[in-house]
């Protein structure tokens, strides 16, 4: 039997060893901190947005959203931040595509959260300028996980907003909360 050097067996340990603890740590399964002890993130997002069909018949004129969101559950609380900025063109013929009017401005705290497999719901209270102007006013957002392409339905002051994701992510984790 041919000798090994000491580099040969020294490898081959290291290897066994590394296989070992990718085991070990493998074999236990991923949990979110919000599933297990009813603490952490529910859900968090942001991005651009379309809104689909834009300002309605019989214009059509398209909206893009910025948004962002997070809600976390502490101690049985659920807190959280929705921001929401609607930016429609700024006219007719070559400002069609500069999105710089503000159509509508939301921001406001989140206080109640549901995740659902990959939907979210929160809820709570904003201060909206423009469209649906208020203070005070109750909102919900439904967001599905997911990139672009994913969907996001907004409602508040007695409209509705189905939005498109274009760019950014939702992340929604499991559990009720």
């Given at each position: 039997?041919?000798?090994?050097?000491?580099y040969t067996v020294?490898?081959?340990?290291?290897?066994?060893?590394?296989t070992?603890?990718?085991?070990?740590?493998l074999?236990?399964?991923?949990h979110?901190v919000?599933a297990?002890s009813?603490?952490?993130?529910?859900?968090?997002?942001?991005?651009?947005?379309?809104?689909?069909?834009?300002?309605?018949s019989?214009?059509f004129?398209?909206?893009?959203?910025?948004?962002?969101?997070?809600a976390?559950?502490s101690?049985?609380?659920v807190?959280?931040?929705?921001?929401?900025?609607?930016?429609?063109?700024?006219?007719a013929?070559?400002?069609?595509?500069?999105?710089?009017?503000?159509a509508?401005?939301?921001?406001?705290?989140?206080?109640?959260?549901v995740?659902?497999?990959?939907?979210?719901?929160?809820?709570?209270?904003?201060?909206?300028?423009g469209?649906?102007a208020?203070?005070?006013?109750?909102?919900?957002l439904?967001?599905?996980?997911?990139?672009?392409?994913?969907?996001v339905?907004?409602t508040?002051?007695?409209?509705?907003?189905?939005?498109?994701?274009?760019?950014g992510s939702?992340?929604?984790f499991?559990?009720?909360?």
């Open positions: 039997m041919p000798k090994l050097s000491k020294a490898g081959v340990a290291g290897a066994l060893l590394l070992g603890a990718s085991v070990l740590v074999s236990f399964p991923a979110s919000s297990e009813g603490n952490g993130s529910i859900a968090r997002g942001g991005g651009t947005t379309i809104i689909q069909g834009g300002t309605g019989p214009s004129v398209p909206v893009l959203t910025t948004l962002a969101f997070h976390e559950k101690g049985g609380a807190t959280g931040d929705f921001e929401c900025l609607a930016r429609a063109p700024a006219g013929g070559p400002l069609s595509a500069q999105f710089t009017a503000n509508m401005y939301v921001t406001g705290a989140v206080t109640g959260a995740s659902n497999g990959d939907t979210a719901t929160l809820t709570g209270t904003a201060n909206i300028t469209l649906g208020g203070s005070g006013v109750p909102f919900e439904v967001a599905h996980k997911g990139g672009p392409g994913s969907t339905v907004l508040t002051n007695g409209l509705v907003f189905h939005e498109i994701l274009l760019e939702i992340e929604v499991s559990g009720d909360n």
